[in-house]
């Protein structure tokens, strides 16, 4: 059985701190997608990761994907209201199958005014 | 853009009532699922369909039916309701049957309470 953990559960931060969140696995991942969630909504994806080592980054948020593909990380600089939200990793563990995408618990992020 | 629409957005059912909570898609997306959330516990994937006429079942299937007689309908049929089934459910969609570089596409959930 594949599982993602997530760390830290819960997150609390003043406007302008910078965190990081983590999404770990003993297995490995042939692609893994962040999506963030705000209360009464569904996810909504923020970026996938393919490459063992890739960083992506999309304005003040940066994604990395470890080398062996059983990890990643998402790095918030200066941390703003609007990036309160669930922050959800997920991972598709083969490149061609019906394979179904497993999900993290999830990192709950509220940033303080 | 419609993208995924679900209804109701909220549904209170007593224990042993049966109900169909409506999913439907306008991407013409090969894919399409239904997770539950719940506290603590992530997305886990109650049953996916791979394509019109296909179906199958994923990490908590019991207490729930689907089907896909259509490519943009997905409804999930809750047989008789449990309070274990107390949950938010969310349909997804993505355009490709492999999960590779393909993205879900969540609608904005059903909220469901059984006593």
């Known amino acids: 059985t594949q599982l993602l953990e997530q760390s830290p559960q819960f997150l609390s931060i003043q406007e302008g701190e910078n965190l990081t969140v983590y999404c770990n696995s003993s297995?490995?991942?042939?692609?893994l997608q962040w999506y963030r969630q705000e209360p009464g909504e569904g996810p909504v994806l923020l970026v996938t990761?393919?490459?063992?080592?890739e960083v992506k980054k999309l304005k003040r948020l940066t994604f990395q994907f470890g080398d062996a593909r059983k990890d990643s990380s998402l790095h918030i600089t200066a941390a703003q209201p609007g990036d309160t939200g669930l922050y959800l990793c997920a991972g598709s563990a083969l490149k061609t199958s019906y394979d179904k995408v497993i999900f993290g618990p999830g990192t709950s992020l509220s940033v303080i005014p | 853009n419609a993208g995924v629409t679900q209804t109701p957005k909220f549904q209170v059912l007593k224990t042993g009532q049966s109900m169909t909570l409506q999913c439907a898609q306008d991407?013409?997306?090969?894919?399409m699922s239904w997770y539950r959330q719940d506290p603590g516990m992530g997305l886990r994937l109650i049953h996916y369909?791979?394509?019109?006429?296909?179906?199958d079942q994923g990490e908590v299937p019991n207490g729930y039916n689907v089907s896909r007689s259509t490519t943009e309908d997905f409804p999930l049929r809750l047989l008789s309701a449990a309070p274990s089934q107390t949950s938010v459910y969310f349909c997804?969609?993505?355009?490709?049957?492999?999960?590779?570089?393909?993205?879900?596409?969540f609608g904005n959930g059903t909220r469901l309470t059984v006593t």
């Open positions: 297995s490995v991942f042939s692609s």
């Open positions: 997804a969609s993505r355009r490709t049957a492999s999960s590779y570089n393909s993205p879900l596409h």
């Open positions: 990761v393919v490459t063992g080592g």
């Open positions: 991407m013409n997306h090969e894919y």
């Open positions: 369909s791979v394509g019109a006429g296909i179906t």
